[in-house]
């Protein structure tokens, strides 16, 4: 396992654009972002496992994941966001899987940060 810390959420207004952090400890391989909203069971939102990126139909087309091995750290763009947004982001990771089917499943993950709010306002 390794340490996660997220950054970057905040409040914004719909339309609006956010870029989440995701800083480890070490290195990671399978790593995803996943959310939950109040009253609402957490969802997947997006996934780099192996060569590929995976998203939710939900933000496909408006969110990017994306990393930087050199600095260990995971990030989210988060652009044309809308309230139904809202959300604890939390992001997640694997120390030594290159490539999980189940990216969309948080049981593929050993690592998780304790999340980020981000709120956007109508």
């Known amino acids: 396992q390794v340490q996660l810390v997220e950054s970057g959420g905040g409040l914004v207004q719909a339309g609006g654009s956010l870029r989440l952090s995701c800083a480890a400890s070490?290195?990671?391989?399978?790593s995803a972002w996943f959310r939950q909203a109040p009253g609402k069971e957490r969802e997947f939102v997006a996934a780099?496992?192996?060569?590929?990126?995976y998203y939710a139909d939900s933000v496909k087309g408006r969110f990017t994941i994306s990393r930087d091995n050199a600095k260990n750290t995971l990030y989210l763009q988060m652009n044309s966001l809308k309230p139904e947004d809202t959300a604890v982001y939390y992001c997640?990771?694997?120390?030594?899987?290159?490539?999980?089917?189940?990216?969309?499943?948080?049981?593929?993950?050993?690592?998780w940060g304790q999340g980020t709010q981000v709120t956007v306002s109508s």
């Open positions: 070490g290195r990671t391989f399978s």
């Open positions: 780099i496992s192996g060569r590929n990126t």
């Open positions: 997640a990771a694997d120390s030594s899987v290159y490539y999980s089917s189940s990216y969309y499943s948080g049981s593929a993950y050993d690592s």
